[in-house]
């Protein structure tokens, strides 16, 4: 192709060619194989697709030896674009000195993108592996402690990508 | 006579239904078809492998409302889709499934309407067609749905002329327009071993009244009259519910018919190549040629779908270009070249 914008073609089609059969040919063999080619298909309900662990499911809590690894610090609630993260901070005798007395994700609003995964500096807020999500309602969306804790045999796949990958 | 009228009617209720069955069936062949070329499933839930599925859909069809556009002419939006359909189903009533057989002492011909010009029945009828089509089209008041019409009606007539021409080869080589007489003549064989099927006889007829049969079916690579990105749905885009299924069935219904004609014409319709010489009995016999047809019927039809998911939408210019200045020579001059050979041989 030159830069005065003709069109060079090595040579010109024969009548063979113009008629189309020899490239229909080609085209059906391609197809016709494709028939008979493995599917990927995943039959949802029966079987279920498995994730990585570099998936993004749904944000969940670290909990380590009985407690929440979260130290309150409001960080990820911060820096949530969708603004879903709701953390009050309270005290507690324990070494961390602060916990969260609340901590809600209202997943209607959560986008999956990982930033309070990325900036909470406890490693205490992590993206499981889940991606059912199911809400009958605005309320039953917004999960409180009892659903997002997880302990750290559950998340270990994720926690162990975490500390390859960071 | 009265059994006579007995027999039509038995033959008449058992071809709508099961021409009916087998259309609705199609539909699910297509789907399932489609997915697997596409590296899907397609519908498998249904039912056993989904079999089902179609007809649960015709339901569906049949229960949803009916909307009739507010500028829309209405006597002719509800005449329309009925055309389309009468036209689809009658088509397949001169078309022989199976041989003579003997049936409770009486002679039965395995086809609805024994007509002495059955090609020519099947060509008016289905030039018919596209009055269903161009109407809904032109009473929708839509503009996607005029310009659907009216290529159909410019393409059916273009492809008419050559699927018209390419079946005059046929005639001349068999001398008779009873499709009953066209399968007799293919049942011999030539040199004593090849089958007499035309389509070893009149390969160009046969290759131009195919292309021929997609333009006339709608389907791709010839679906203008529908295309999607550039008129919505084409002239059904402001049908709804049964009157959309209607047209759906039609469309099918003309698949099922055109892939029947061209068993008939060139693929020697109910005759399986040697099994005279099997030894069977005369009922044997003719239940195996109406699995034949059925055999070579699903072949034909298979053929049709995987074209579909092979080669592109032909562009309007190219359209009319192959059926002007391709086919319709190439249909004329196989006229010409039988008609000399026949008269050399002779």
């Known amino acids: 192709m030159g830069s005065t914008g003709k069109i060079i073609r090595k040579k010109d089609l024969s009548i063979w060619q113009k008629s189309y059969i ?35 499911g749904r ?12 130290v309150a610090c409001g960080l990820c609630s911060r820096v949530c674009p969708a603004l879903a993260i709701e953390v009050q901070a309270s005290e507690t005798p324990l070494e961390k000195e602060r916990y969260p007395i609340k901590f809600e994700i209202n ?15 406890e490693e ?40 390859q990958n960071r | 006579m009265g059994s006579l009228l007995l027999i039509s009617v038995i033959k008449f209720v058992a071809y709508v239904s099961i021409v009916l069955v087998t259309v609705i069936m199609l539909v699910y062949a297509e789907r399932r078809v489609s997915a697997f070329i596409q590296n899907r499933l397609g519908p498998n839930r249904v039912g056993p492998w989904g079999l089902f599925q179609a007809l649960v859909d015709v339901v569906k069809l049949l229960l949803k409302e009916d909307i ?43 086809m609805i309407a024994d007509v002495n010009v059955g090609i020519l029945y099947l060509l008016s009828i289905t030039s018919l067609g596209v009055y269903g089509v161009t109407l809904a089209g032109w009473s929708s008041n839509n503009k996607y749905s005029l310009l659907g019409g009216l290529r159909s009606s410019a393409q059916l007539i273009s492809y008419e002329l050559s699927m018209g021409l390419s079946i005059i080869g046929v005639l001349m080589v068999c001398g008779t327009l009873r499709l009953d007489q066209i399968v007799l003549h293919q049942t011999t064989y030539l040199w004593g071993w090849l089958p007499a099927w035309n389509i070893f006889l009149q390969p160009v007829a046969f290759f131009t009244f195919f292309i021929a049969a997609f333009a006339e079916t709608n389907r791709l690579p010839f679906d203008l009259p529908e295309a999607e990105p550039e008129l919505v749905g084409g002239y ?30 060139f693929l020697g319709g109910w005759h399986l190549p040697y099994a005279e010489y099997l030894g069977l009995s005369p009922t044997m016999l ?39 200045k391709v086919m319709l020579p190439l249909t004329l001059a196989n006229v010409l070249v039988t008609g000399a050979v026949m008269l050399l041989i002779q």
């Open chain 1, 22 to 56: 020899p490239e229909i040919v080609k085209g059906l063999r391609q197809t016709i194989a494709e028939m008979f080619k493995p599917k990927f298909t995943i039959q949802y309900p029966e079987e279920r697709f498995k994730p990585q662990p570099s998936f993004r």
């Open chain 1, 59 to 70: 944000p969940v809590l670290v909990q380590e030896n009985e407690v929440e690894r979260c």
């Open chain 1, 107 to 121: 997943m209607v609003r959560c986008i999956f993108c990982g930033f309070c995964e990325e900036v909470c500096p």
């Open chain 1, 124 to 163: 205490a807020i992590v993206m499981s592996n889940e991606y059912e999500l199911v809400f009958s309602s605005q309320e039953e969306a917004v999960f409180g402690k009892d659903k997002l804790l997880k302990t750290t045999e559950e998340l270990k796949d994720r926690l162990e990508f975490l500390r």
């Open chain 2, 68 to 110: 009739v556009p507010k500028n829309a002419y209405k006597p002719v939006h509800d005449l329309a889709p009925i055309i389309s359909i009468a036209v689809a189903l009658s088509t397949f009533a001169v078309i022989p499934f199976g041989n003579t057989i003997e049936l409770f002492g009486t002679q039965v011909k395995l």
């Open chain 2, 236 to 265: 059904h885009t402001e049908y709804t519910g049964l009157k959309f299924g209607l047209f759906f069935l039609a469309e099918y219904a003309n698949m099922f018919t055109a892939g029947a004609v061209i068993t008939t014409l």
């Open chain 2, 286 to 324: 003719s239940i195996l040629q109406v699995l034949t047809f059925c055999v070579k019927l699903v072949l034909v039809e298979l053929f049709f779908i995987v074209v579909r998911w092979t080669i592109p939408r032909f562009r309007y210019d190219q359209l009319m270009n192959i059926g002007w």
